[in-house]
């Protein structure tokens, strides 16, 4: 089956540092990727949608300057936290699908703890 | 107003007891629904996709079904492996690619 890796699975850093995120397609290429983010007891908030080759599209609210976002292949995207401040402590979890039609699979998530 | 709402937030069962989770969605031309199961600290994994109305599919004690307006997650004689919180999510018509979740069911099988 479809398996999506995300790294590193936890991370803490001080406010004011930058926190990259890597999300790899291991068995299947994804032309598009999907950052989402999780509070507690809260829904998955879609991000951004990552697309190979081509800018982010990113929701409303969320800041494109704060979350660099880069699909530089088929098979790994990027979600770089710039300047992390506490508020950004959170879940990130990244998600691809093989193709249209095709359902969602999910990495298991990044716990970011920005202190 | 929330698109997707899911109902009960917390569910405890007795091992056996079966019942079903409700999720209730207000979007315009429904691409798909989907189901899946989160463990704490994971990432969301698939169980279902749901394209149409009428449409039912199953897997090991799970069933999900879907209707104009909701759809169910039948979980029968659950076991305490079945323990997870459960998200519904859709995907709208149109050119939107990304999945809009509910806040998920918090479900505890106890022995």
């Known amino acids: 089956g479809a398996v999506v890796s995300q790294h590193p699975s936890w991370v803490i850093c001080k406010s004011g540092t930058s926190v990259k995120i890597e999300c790899r397609s291991l068995d299947f290429q994804a032309t598009t990727m999907f950052w989402y983010r999780q509070f507690p007891k809260q829904s998955l908030m879609l991000m951004a949608t990552?697309?190979?080759?081509?800018?982010?599209?990113?929701e409303q609210g969320v800041e494109k300057d704060k979350f660099l976002i880069n699909h530089a292949s088929l098979t790994l995207s990027t979600l770089t936290v710039t300047s992390a401040h506490p508020e950004d402590s959170s879940f990130y979890i990244c998600?691809?699908?093989?193709?249209?039609?095709?359902?969602?699979?999910f990495g298991n998530g990044t716990r970011l703890t920005v202190t | 107003e929330d698109q997707v709402t899911q109902s009960p937030e917390a569910l405890r069962l007795q091992e056996g007891e079966s019942s079903s989770l409700n999720c209730s969605y207000t979007?315009?031309?429904?691409?798909?629904l989907f189901w899946y199961r989160q463990d704490p600290g994971k990432g969301p994994e698939f169980l279902f996709t749901?394209?149409?109305a009428g449409e039912e599919k199953e897997k090991e004690r799970l069933k999900a079904t879907l209707t104009k307006k909701e759809s169910f997650l039948h979980i029968t004689a659950p076991k305490p492996e079945d323990s997870a919180t459960y998200l519904c999510?859709?995907?709208?018509?149109?050119?939107?690619?990304?999945?809009?979740f509910g806040k998920g069911t918090h479900l505890i099988i106890q022995p």
């Open positions: 998600s691809a699908r093989e193709g249209a039609g095709s359902p969602l699979h």
């Open positions: 990552s697309n190979e080759g081509s800018k982010a599209t990113y």
């Open positions: 979007v315009s031309g429904l691409r798909g």
């Open positions: 749901l394209y149409s």
């Open positions: 999510a859709v995907q709208e018509g149109g050119g939107a690619d990304g999945l809009t």
